[in-house]
T-cell receptor, first 110, second 113 residues
Framework: GQSLEQPSEVTAVEGAIVQINCTYQTSGFYGLSWYQQHDGGAPTFLSYNALDGLEETGRFSSFLSRSDSYGYLLLQELQMKDSASYFC???????????FGTGTRLLVSP | NAGVTQTPKFQVLKTGQSMTLQCAQD?????MSWYRQDPGMGLRLIHY???????DQGEVPNGYNVSRSTTEDFPLRLLSAAPSQTSVYFC????????????FGDGTRLSIL
């Protein structure tokens, strides 16, 4: 099976940089994804890492270390609208399933 | 494009009732999935499908059935509703393997009394 661990909550101020960590256990690994979900909304895709290293998309970057079964999402120049829950997800054994972590709630204050 | 459409948006059921949550996508995606989301539990995979006629169980399949007769539709059936099934249900679809973005519907908020 698959399991993922994330911190339950992270707080930061506007303009700051925050890192949300994710460790995973899976039999077979094809990639680590990140999704954002605002309260009352649906999850939306942010990024995907299949190989080790950093992927950058605007203010958001995602990192993966397959040897450590670890990844993180880096959010720069935080804005109030970044207050949301962030989920990591792995596609592992069977390749087709996408299993999510329990999510990290990010609170951005002025 | 409508994307992924879920109906209904809200539903209240009594214990023991059955119902079907509808999900349709217009992006010709092969992969479709159902998740439930409970406070503090994240998104848990109920069932998924890799194409018409092919379905498989996820992490929490008990009490739910699915079928995939067409590429577009992936209904979720609650056989005999229980209060433990009170949750927000999300349907999702994606084009191919796990690295493709998964598109979610707006969710169905289901309460079982």
């Amino acid at each position: 099976g698959q399991s993922l661990e994330q911190p339950s909550e992270v707080t930061a101020v506007e303009g700051a940089i925050v890192q949300i960590n994710c460790t995973y256990q899976t039999s077979g690994f094809y990639g680590l994804s990140w999704y954002q979900q605002h309260d009352g909304g649906a999850p939306t895709f942010l990024s995907y890492n299949a190989l080790d290293g950093l992927e950058e998309t605007g203010r958001f970057s995602s990192f993966l270390s397959r040897s450590d079964s670890y990844g993180y999402l880096l959010l720069q120049e935080l804005q109030m609208k970044d207050s949301a829950s962030y989920f990591c997800a792995v596609s592992g054994t069977g390749f087709q399933k996408l299993v999510f972590g329990t999510g990290t709630r990010l609170l951005v204050s002025p | 494009n409508a994307g992924v459409t879920q109906t209904p948006k809200f539903q209240v059921l009594k214990t023991g009732q059955s119902m079907t949550l509808q999900c349709a996508q217009d992006m010709n995606h092969e992969y479709m999935s159902w998740y439930r989301q409970d406070p503090g539990m994240g998104l848990r995979l109920i069932h998924y499908s890799v194409g018409a006629g092919i379905t498989d169980q996820g992490e929490v399949p008990n009490g739910y059935n699915v079928s995939r007769s067409t590429t577009e539709d992936f209904p979720l059936r609650l056989l005999s509703a229980a209060p433990s099934q009170t949750s927000v249900y999300f349907c999702a679809s994606r084009r191919g393997d796990g690295n493709q973005p998964q598109h979610f519907g707006d969710g169905t908020r289901l309460s079982i009394l």
